[in-house]
């Protein structure tokens, strides 16, 4: 059986920097001493006796990842991100899908707390009063994606300023001649930042959101088809900004089956860039949130303050337009 002397052996180096790299308190160990030990692990198969350590150093070193639909490709990129990190630090993650029901949310919040984990990472909160209860237990938390009002101590914060991408997105339609746009979306958008970044748009242009042109619902493809049937069945538009891509990929099936040309007829964009939206007929011009690194960054902001105690802050990522021909 392979131990961690072994492993220190290969490696060249002393046992107790061996044992700090497999435990996570690496900061002051150089990147090309981890990474050589790392490897060995890997190449040895060697498997650290965890129920010891996390009785020595009174951690699971495991992390657990709240997500409100998995099935939608936004958040399995940005679960790709934590365990990417999570790896580097040798955490665990354990992922748990809510379906978007606060019942199965609450549910997700019990796992986790009984199997101990050291931290959470959580988007698109759907129950306050749990994330309260998680706050008050002094489990670090980070929130991606979605921010949130939360009493007494500080949490993390990953976020994208999704007004402005909206009201810029919404402005590129304006500036190529589309003068009636409309809105399709989700009620649980936190503090309307979407809609507001559509509206803010409309005003630059001097122009006002009309409630006929707006349709709320979720997150999904249907939302899109759905949003469109109530739209044009008593107006027009001439263009359509999406609160995500796969409301976007209804709308667009919605739009065909009305006999509507997009772009000739109504140009029509996305939010998140995700893997589908260039192989759309036509390619969906969108934004494009960075849900990788919104997860790496999260998980190693958790991780060095369980670690190292760093600071859990706001971190403010960017994006980009994706121009597409569903816009042009």
Do not use: W
């Not at 930042?193 to 122009?207: E, K």
């Not at 303050?305 to 337009?321: H, Q, V």
């Amino acid at each position: 059986m392979i131990t961690m002397k072994d492993i220190a052996e290969k490696a060249g180096v002393s046992l107790s920097t061996v044992s700090k790299i497999l435990n996570g308190n690496d900061r002051y160990i150089s990147e090309a001493t981890r990474t050589k030990v790392l490897q060995i692990v890997k190449e040895t198969n060697y498997v650290p006796n965890a129920v010891a350590r996390g009785l020595k150093v009174q951690r699971t070193n495991t992390i657990g990842f709240i997500l409100p639909d998995i099935s939608n490709p936004f958040f399995p990129e940005i679960a790709r991100g934590i365990e990417a990190a999570a790896e580097v630090h040798g955490f665990a993650l354990v992922l748990c899908d809510t379906d978007n029901d606060p019942k199965r949310e609450q549910a997700s919040f019990n796992l986790l707390k009984s199997k101990k984990v050291d931290g959470l990472i959580l988007t698109r909160v759907l129950q306050h009063s749990a994330l309260n209860e998680l706050v008050s237990r002094r489990l670090p938390i980070v929130v991606v994606d979605r921010r949130v009002n939360t009493t007494g101590r500080d949490i993390g914060r990953i976020i994208v300023d999704t007004r402005s991408a909206m009201r810029d997105i919404t402005k590129l339609l304006l500036a190529r001649g589309s003068s009636r746009i409309a809105f399709i979306g989700a009620q649980d958008d936190f503090e309307d930042a979407r809609y507001n970044g559509y509206c803010d748009a409309l005003a630059g242009y001097g122009l006002k959101a009309d409630p006929m042109l707006s349709y709320r619902g979720t997150y999904t493809v249907e939302t899109g088809h759905t949003g469109v049937r109530a739209i044009f069945s008593h107006t027009f538009a001439d263009g359509l900004v999406c609160g995500n891509d796969l409301i976007a990929v209804g709308a667009i099936n919605e739009l065909k089956a009305l006999g509507l040309r997009v772009p000739e007829d109504v140009r029509v964009t996305g939010f998140d860039d995700i893997y589908l939206a260039r192989y759309l007929s036509p390619p969906l011009t969108t934004v494009q949130q960075p849900a990788y690194e919104m997860g790496r960054t999260a998980a190693d902001m958790l991780i060095r303050n369980i670690l190292f105690g760093d600071a859990l802050c706001t971190n403010n990522l960017g994006y980009k337009i994706i121009e597409r021909e569903s816009a042009l």
